[in-house]
């Protein structure tokens, strides 16, 4: 399969990676809107929030135990940050491997554009 985001799992492709667990892993974004901008994604390619399954359940909750962990690592916690998952095209997605993108560091507007 030709997915970029599997291909940072696999560790085909270079990437900044902050946060690895079990089910996801977490790396900075190439092109960082923001002080923080980390994307977490699951270990197991799922393309879309359409395409995830019941069984899937557990491990999209991890996406975000791991948002927590990496704010807190970050030092954003506090202050605030904000997660995103976009989901196809017109809502802005370009990877069609779910990420959450963690972003803090500056005050977030909305709404979003
Ligand atoms: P989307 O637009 O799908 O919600 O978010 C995709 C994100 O992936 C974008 O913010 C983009 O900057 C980031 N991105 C695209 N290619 C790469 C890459 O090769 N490495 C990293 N670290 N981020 C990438
Ligand atoms: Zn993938």
Known sequence: MDCLFCKIVAGEI??????????????????AQAPTHVLVIPRKHIA???????????????????????AAAEGIADEGYRTVMNCNESAGQSVFHIHLHVLGGRPMGWPPF
């Open 48 to 70: 879309t929030i359409n395409d995830i399954g019941d069984e899937d359940q557990a491990l999209v909750g991890s996406l975000y135990t791991a948002a927590r962990d990496i």
């Open 14 to 31: 270079p990437a900044d990676i902050v946060y690895e667990s079990e089910t996801a892993i977490g790396f900075r974004d190439i092109n």
